[in-house]
């Protein structure tokens, strides 16, 4: 057979796009519509990446993606898969080759309309505006029947920017079209088509302003005349996405939100007028300052909900920055005296959020709310209280240092929600023997609140033992259990030597307090502690999916699987995260598991590429073939490192392996600059220690967090980040700084991991 050589591990060990004699296009592209399944994903592969050299594969790689596309929809669940796999690999492909393949992409981009989740869209995303000479063509595209589907097109227009002016009569009728409605939309991010055409227009530039004049604005100005809107996306959404170029209609939504018959909502109206450019704004500073006392608080909330989704996809406004609070500020100011306690705290809050920009008179004012009388009853009358005041850490040491002083407020209210914003290791250090004294006091969940608020100031083991007493494991009010459960398993490395005073809960009748018992021994408990022996003596069975914990009466303790398991695992397994597990599994078995070799051979030409790598790393690990693995490593690694889709197996097994390859540490980290996942390779320059001194700087970048705030970022990475620099000890002293900080706010493991590296980088003992 002509590929009879992609049987072999030769077969992965190709050399990379840019070497001396890359394979031949025309004979990749032979093996790309007349090769088995597998082979085909191969060549796909292999012609993504020779970049632009594997242009005359465009018409291939279009008619087998097509095609594959349609095998993946239908038939028997094997041949999906390969055709699934074979598609994806023609994509990467066609992205591989660059801006030439955007005609493609939105030849292909019609077949996934019903897919919310597709391919082809990122693709084009991924282009910019090198997709403008195709404009015409994604114009058309507009008035197809799916409303998600026009949606999305008009956000691939707006990427694109001035170069999608030929768009521009098409938007038009987007923004017009009948077939409008108020569809659940998923991949435009809830964006309403009558808004996603307009922001289009907004961002193609000042080429557009004529149109909007012309046939936006009067539409929506009569709407706000009679308080109604069009179908396809309210007039206060439309009207909060146009910017500057909506600053002639600033008069007409000041006179809806003045209409005594508020035919619209005065707080929806005030929230569009401040995504109208700086008219807008002046208009709206206006109102807020105004003498009525009902439009001010109309106004405030309309600012608040403003804020407070700024940074949100629907709010996004490119020609308009972030507001400034600082004109606002007097006001806001005249309004922390005045109200109900509810709304002075949520301007105070408010205010919070935009501390760089509050003077210090009204920081004063702000803090004194926790000392004002009414503000105090109506925080120890209302549950949930201390959701609303405002974050007095914000305003940096000064306000640390005044939390302090408020733990001694005779407002249990004020004192729950002092303790719940102590968090600044050195700021608040003053604040621990007050909590200390609190932990002794008569309110048990207030009591309980402060021993876990010293612990974590601390990092003391005493402070930590406070949570495990009786008073609160035992105690008559289920939501104390509960709750100290749950807290133990937030304390790390601090709790587990008190998780043996969780067993009795496991047995709780109260069904939250045993859920947090378990789930606290199940995710931190040490293997063989006791408190692990007890949770697997009460055959208790977490579930991935509901994150529940059962009991169940047929449930065995695991047993490791045999190479004749992970053999047939290897073949059978459905979920194919785990069939890779066990393909990586029988090679760290090295040559006991001789006996896998010919199904690991077949497995060389499967369609998935994370299957067919995990198999090459198996298979030369059983014949210990070192020069091989290397090989394979840093082929992976290069393509990786060039941008190219790679397997995660390539991280995987660097995790897994001996650290024997330190010259693939320069790969490693052009890979994680690629993909900013740092979770995926921490562990890996943990593992090298200091061979992995060069990758202190983009550790750092991890470490120091997203530039542009992002409501999705959890910090899982911070704790591995900080494990990576101390292995590398000395030489990542410029992370110092950045450590300190984390130490002095963060978590209780992120600042245990930093206390540790600080003291690994410096020799500290």
């Known amino acids: ?77 094997e041949s999906r898969r390969a055709n699934k796999y074979l598609y994806d690999a023609c994509l990467d492909a066609l992205a591989g080759i660059g801006p030439k393949s955007v005609p493609a992409f939105v030849e292909l981009f019609a077949d996934e309309k019903d897919d919310h989740f597709g391919s082809v869209a990122r693709h084009i995303h991924s282009f910019g505006r090198d997709v403008a000479p195709s404009v015409p063509a994604l114009a058309k595209l507009l008035a197809d029947d799916n409303q998600d589907f026009r949606v999305l097109v008009a956000y691939l227009l707006e990427e694109i920017g001035p170069g999608a002016e030929p768009a521009i009569p098409a938007l038009v009728a987007l923004f017009l079209n009948p077939k409008n409605g108020a569809d659940n939309l998923i991949s435009s991010g809830s964006l309403s088509p009558r808004a996603a055409a307009v922001r289009a227009l907004v961002r193609i530039g000042p080429k557009t302003q004529k149109t909007i004049e012309e046939k936006v604005l009067p539409v929506l100005a009569e709407e706000l005349k009679t308080g109604k809107s069009a179908r396809g996306g309210s007039t206060e959404e439309v009207l909060s996405v146009l910017g500057e170029a909506g600053a002639p209609i600033v008069p007409n939504v000041v006179a809806a939100i003045r209409d005594e018959e508020r035919k ?32 001010r608080k109309e106004m405030f909330d309309a600012l608040n909900h403003h804020l407070m989704g700024e940074d949100s996809h629907r709010n996004l406004h490119f020609n308009t920055p972030r507001i400034n609070i600082a004109p606002f500020v007097p006001t806001l100011a005249t309004m922390l005296k005045d109200g109900e306690p509810r709304q002075r705290l949520e301007v105070a809050r408010a205010l919070s959020d935009r501390a760089d920009k509050v003077p210090r008179d009204v920081v004063d004012a702000i803090i004194g709310l926790f000392r004002d009388p009414a503000i105090k009853k109506w925080m120890d009358q209302e549950e949930g209280a201390w959701l609303s005041a ?114 009795p809960l496991l047995d709780d009748k109260t069904e939250e307090v045993m859920q947090a018992a378990a789930r606290t021994i199940y995710f931190h408990a040490p293997k063989g502690s006791t408190a692990a022996r007890a949770f697997a003596d009460r055959n208790l069975v977490y579930h991935d999916n509901s994150g529940k914990i059962t009991r169940s009466q047929k449930h065995q303790p695991e047993q490791p699987p045999g190479i004749p398991d992970l053999i047939a695992s290897a073949i059978t397994e459905r979920d194919e995260r785990k069939q890779v597990k066990a393909v990586l599994d029988l090679g760290d078995r090295g040559a006991a598991a001789k006996e896998a070799a010919p199904t690991l051979k077949k497995l060389l030409t499967d369609p998935n590429p994370d299957l067919r790598f995990a198999a090459g790393i198996a298979l030369v690990q059983i014949e210990n073939d070192r020069p091989a693995l290397r090989k394979l490593l840093t082929t992976e690694l290069e393509r990786a490192a060039s941008g190219r889709p790679a397997t995660w197996v390539a991280a995987e097994a660097l995790e897994r392996l001996p650290p024997d390859f330190p010259e693939l540490i320069p790969l490693v980290i052009r890979w994680l600059e690629h993909r900013g996942d740092g979770t995926l390779f921490l562990s890996i320059f943990q593992k090298y220690g200091p061979k992995a001194k060069a990758a202190v700087p983009a550790i750092l970048t991890v470490l120091r967090g997203p530039k542009v705030p992002n409501h999705h970022y959890f910090g899982a990475e911070l704790k591995p980040a900080c494990d990576a620099l101390a292995a590398i000890g000395t030489d990542a002293r410029e992370a110092l700084p950045e450590l300190q900080r984390r130490f002095d706010t963060g978590s209780i493991e992120v600042a245990l991991a930093a206390r540790e590296a600080i003291r690994k980088i410096t020799g500290e003992k």
């Not at 008219?279 to 300052?289: E, N, P, S, T, V």
């Not at 909590?435 to 100031?457: E, H, I, M, T, Y």
């Open 264 to 295: 619209f909502s005065r707080e929806d109206a005030g929230t569009a007028l401040l995504g109208l450019g700086v008219a807008g704004r002046q208009a709206f500073g206006k109102l807020i300052a105004g003498p009525d006392v009902e439009m």
């Open 390 to 503: 405002p974050n007095i850490n914000s305003f940096g040491e000064v306000g640390a240092r005044a939390l302090v002083p408020l733990l001694d407020s005779d407002s249990a209210g004020v004192r729950e929600a002092v303790i719940q914003q102590l968090g600044h290791r050195k700021w608040s250090a003053r604040a621990i023997p007050s909590l200390r004294k609190l932990v002794d006091g008569p309110n048990s969940l207030l009591a309980l609140d402060a021993a876990f608020r010293a612990a974590r100031l601390s990092l003391d083991p005493k402070d930590a033992a406070r949570l495990a007493d009786r008073r609160f494991l035992h105690n008559d009010d289920p939501k104390v259990r509960e709750y100290a459960a749950d807290y133990l398993g937030h304390l790390d490395s601090l709790g587990i030597p008190h998780y043996e005073s969780l067993v």
């Open 1 to 77: 057979m002509r590929y009879a050589l992609s049987v072999t591990i030769g077969l992965l060990l190709v050399e990379s796009a840019c070497a001396a004699d890359p394979p031949k296009v025309t004979d990749l592209i032979q093996q790309l519509e007349a090769a088995g399944t597998g082979e085909r994903v191969i060549a796909a592969e292999r012609l993504g990446d020779l970049g632009s050299a594997a242009a005359d594969a465009i018409p291939a790689l279009t008619r087998v993606a097509r095609n594959a596309r349609r095998g993946s929809l239908e038939g028997e669940h």
